[in-house]
């Protein structure tokens, strides 16, 4: 089983749709939650942190659940240029290791 | 002013050969990373260097060696190339890899081995 898990994609919905993104993590000693967005042939780029009180950006909202060790993230009016993968990262507590998912594919489509 | 910086964009070469990646970083994190990324997208994390010291060395084969001649500067240098090292090598950084936050990547090397 992979240490960091994500919905398999693409999910592909219309312009103005509300879609969530869900990702599991196996190690309890994960402390700090990350989204990142990575756009066809470009870097990844931090989209925004993941606190456990949950967090919002604009139309993006973040939520974690250490109970149950998911995280995820809702997107709320879908543009057409919300389109690209989301990479659900997530870090060891006192460690150095950063492990990143696979992934979720996102197709806005007008 | 590009904060982490890789060159080159593009590597074309054939297999056995010897090259290297270069990456700099202007905004005075403390820590590295190289990571590569297959042709599934999956990133995976290849060394880190924390204040020119070696932190984080994973699975790789050692024809992959990293250089940090500084903290703003980590170089990964590959021998003998074989077709599978064929993917996109990310170079990023960090404010401080023990305290939550997030990475800053560069654009990325495309390495194509024939």
């Known amino acids: 089983r992979k240490e960091v898990e994500q919905d398999p994609g693409p999910f592909n919905v219309p312009e103005g749709a509300t879609v969530a993104f869900n990702c599991t993590y196996s190690n309890s000693a994960s402390q700090s939650f990350f989204w990142y967005r990575q756009d066809c042939r470009k870097e990844p780029k931090l989209l925004m942190s993941v606190y456990s009180s949950g967090n919002e950006d604009g139309r993006f909202t973040a939520q974690l659940n250490r109970a149950s060790q998911y995280i995820s993230l809702l997107i709320r009016d879908s543009k057409l240029s919300d389109s690209a993968t989301y990479l659900c990262v997530v870090k060891r507590t006192g460690g150095f290791k950063t492990i990143f998912g696979a992934g979720t594919r996102l197709f806005v489509k007008a | 002013d590009t904060a982490v910086s890789q060159t080159p964009k593009y590597l074309v070469t054939q297999m056995g050969n010897d090259k290297s990646i270069k990456c700099e970083q202007n905004l005075g994190h403390d820590t590295m990373y190289w990571y590569k990324q297959d042709s599934k997208k999956f990133l995976k994390i290849m060394f880190s260097?924390?204040?020119?010291?070696?932190?984080i060395n994973e699975t790789v084969p050692n024809r992959f060696s990293p250089k940090s001649p500084d903290k703003a500067h980590l170089n990964l240098h590959i021998n003998s190339l074989e077709l599978g090292d064929s993917a996109v090598y990310f170079c990023?950084?960090?404010?401080?890899?023990?305290?939550?936050?997030?990475?800053?990547f560069g654009s990325g090397t495309r390495l194509t081995v024939v």
């Open positions: 990023a950084s960090s404010q401080d890899n023990r305290i939550g936050g997030g990475y800053t």
């Open positions: 260097y924390n204040n020119k010291e070696l932190i």
